[in-house]
C-alpha cells in the first residue's frame, strides 16, 4: 500500500511540473508575439480565421505568413489541436 501512494505521489509531481512548464512556455510566447506592433493584425488575422473557416484556416493564416510569429503561432494550433 505504501509503495502505490508513493507511485501517485511521483506521478502527482509529474504532472504538476509539466504543467508548470507548459505554463511557462505558452506565457513565453505570448509575450514574444505581444513585444512587437506589427504582430497585432496578424493575431487579428488568426482570429478572424479561426472565426470564419476554423482552426485549419487559423493554420492556412500561419502558413502564408513570414516570420517566427507565425512560426510559433501554427505550433500553437498544432499543439492546442493535438491535446484538445
Known amino acids: 500500500m505504501t509503495r502505490a501512494l508513493v507511485v501517485v505521489g511521483r506521478n502527482i509531481r509529474n504532472v504538476v511540473y509539466c ?3 507548459k505554463t511557462m512556455e505558452i506565457l513565453g510566447w505570448k509575450i514574444n508575439l505581444e513585444k512587437t506592433k ?14 470564419s473557416g476554423g482552426w485549419e484556416a487559423a493554420k492556412e493564416v500561419c502558413r502564408n505568413t513570414k516570420g517566427k ?16
Do not use: T
Not at 506589427?38 to 472565426?51: C, G, K, R, Y
Not at 510569429?69 to 484538445?84: R, T
Open 19 to 21: 504543467f508548470k512548464l
Open 38 to 51: 506589427p504582430n497585432a493584425s496578424f493575431l487579428e488575422q488568426i482570429e478572424e480565421a479561426v472565426e
Open 69 to 84: 510569429a507565425a512560426g510559433v503561432a501554427y505550433q500553437m494550433i498544432e499543439l492546442f489541436q493535438k491535446h484538445k
